[in-house]
């Protein structure tokens, strides 16, 4: 079993929409949580940690699950510059675990 | 700018020739890490290491090598035993971290596109 696992989508949502994503972690003692977000042909570039319940930075909301071992992340009022593959990454200590990704096409 | 270098941004390599990757950074981080993804597919963990002189396999070492003699440098070596390089390469490094609760944040660089024929 993979230690981080996400749903590949796609996802295709209008311009406005609220969408969410979910990522499952298998490994219990994960300490923080991360997503990333990827577009095309280009590096991750870090957009929220959580480590305690949940995290918000404008349009963008990170939950936090341990009992159910799962992390969300919840864009509201979707852009067209939200079009991404969005990571879910788990970390122990030094040790990080990506998830395969999550497509998001935002559609005019 | 503080930040992590990666050279050249796209490589190409006849099959059979030895391959070296840079990764630079000026964050001041102890651990770094090279990640190889391939299209459709998430990153896989190739090597990494936490203080200079010290390095340690991820889960695709094989037919890569790579050496830490410098913070701020960390080469990734790509040699003829490895059966598929063509792949998107990907340095990051983070700080190293402290036992406390508090995220230990990984930043990456550019990426280097290898396709080797």
């Known amino acids: 079993r993979k230690e981080v696992e996400q749903d590949p989508g796609p996802f295709n949502v209008p311009e406005g929409a609220t969408v969410a994503f979910n990522c499952t972690y298998s490994?219990?003692?994960?300490?923080?949580f991360f997503w990333y977000r990827q577009d095309c042909r280009k590096e991750p570039k870090l957009l929220m940690s959580?480590?305690?319940s949940g995290n918000e930075d404008g349009r963008f909301t990170a939950q936090l699950n341990r009992a159910s071992q799962y992390i969300s992340l919840l864009i509201r009022d979707s852009k067209l510059s939200d079009s991404a593959t969005y990571l879910c990454?788990?970390?122990?200590?030094?040790?990080?675990?990506f998830g395969t990704g999550t497509s998001l096409t935002v559609i005019p | 700018d503080g930040g992590i270098t990666q050279s050249p941004k796209y490589l190409f390599r006849k099959e059979g020739q030895n391959v070296t990757l840079s990764c630079e950074q000026n964050?001041?981080?102890?651990?770094m890490y090279w990640y190889r993804q391939d299209p459709g597919q998430g990153l896989r963990l190739i090597y990494y290491?936490?203080?200079?002189?010290?390095?340690q396999k991820g889960d695709i070492a094989e037919g890569y090598s790579v050496s830490r003699e410098k913070k701020e440098s960390f080469p990734l070596t790509l040699t003829s035993a490895q059966q598929n390089p063509t792949a998107f390469y990907l340095c990051?490094?983070?700080?190293?971290?402290?036992?406390?609760?508090?995220?230990?944040?990984?930043?990456f660089g550019p990426g280097t596109r290898l396709t080797v024929t």
């Open positions: 990454v788990g970390n122990t200590g030094n040790q990080f675990y």
């Open positions: 964050l001041n981080h102890d651990a």
């Open positions: 990051a490094s983070s700080a190293r971290w402290s036992g406390t609760v508090r995220p230990v944040e990984q930043y």
């Open positions: 290491s936490q203080i200079v002189n010290d390095f």
């Open positions: 490994n219990s003692a994960s300490q923080s």
């Open positions: 959580v480590y305690s």
